[in-house]
């Protein structure tokens, strides 16, 4: 079955500190990647999603991600966090064999110390 | 892209009533809609994927006769939550999918609560 792991569900940061959350899915088959941010109170929004070409991908308010295919992976990256980027992060999933199912990993909570 | 209304935001009932909470699709004729549900501190498991006109296909697990949903227009759907229980409460969340994009727009959420 089709799954994501987040293996980080609580990250603490001081402000300017580098982010790296980790991302692992489990398909064999093409899949589209995103990155989803839920800030406290607030729904989910999109960060950042990759279909195919440049596997670095930009997203909004300085977040990145890479994915590599031979490792099933999808990262976020930043290089400084901010105090507003306390929040949760979820890496989704979503296989293009015809489901168009999102698959959701559990999230990792971010907390940024100012 | 799309914007996605989702109401009530927060609703207390009492165990055994029944609890309707709506998906209105706002700039959008969605025919496809999803709902999700978000215990604390876990993921979004999709519950079931309404259908305009037709009926919703559920998630192995959910049961459809507690949690019903109609898609009678383009820009409405509702998740019924019938006899609600304890268990029941969570934070229930739309969303809809625009035709020819992966990119899906989501509700700002419902958080139930069952006393």
């Known amino acids: 079955a089709q799954s994501v792991s987040q293996h980080n569900h609580h990250v603490i940061l001081s402000e300017a500190a580098s982010l790296e959350l980790g991302c692992n899915y489990s398909y064999g088959g093409t899949v589209n990647l995103f990155w989803y941010v839920q800030y406290p109170g607030q729904h989910l929004q999109l960060l950042l999603k990759y279909f195919s070409g440049d596997p670095l991908v930009k997203g909004i308010k300085g977040f990145e991600a890479e994915f590599i295919k031979s490792k099933f992976s999808f990262n976020l990256r930043k290089p400084s966090v901010q105090w507003s980027d306390t929040a949760e992060y979820f890496c989704a999933v979503i296989n293009t064999s015809g489901t168009y199912k999102y698959i959701f990993g559990t999230g990792t909570r971010l907390k940024v110390l100012a | 892209g799309a914007v996605v209304s989702q109401h009530p935001s927060r609703v207390i009932c009492k165990s055994g009533t029944s609890v309707k909470i709506e998906c209105r699709s706002l700039?959008?004729?969605?025919?496809?809609m999803f709902w999700y549900r978000q215990f604390p501190k876990q993921s979004l498991m999709l519950m079931a994927t309404?259908?305009?006109?037709?009926?919703?296909?559920?998630e192995q697990g959910v049961e459809k006769d507690k949690f019903l949903i109609n898609h009678a227009s383009l820009t409405l759907s509702t998740l019924t939550v019938t006899s609600a229980h304890p268990e029941d409460s969570s934070f229930y969340i739309c969303?809809?999918?625009?035709?020819?994009?992966?990119?899906?727009?989501f509700g700002s959420g419902t958080r139930l609560t069952v006393v």
């Open positions: 969303s809809v999918l625009e035709d020819g994009s992966y990119g899906y727009t």
């Open positions: 309404s259908n305009e006109g037709s009926k919703a296909t559920y």
């Open positions: 700039d959008f004729q969605a025919t496809t």
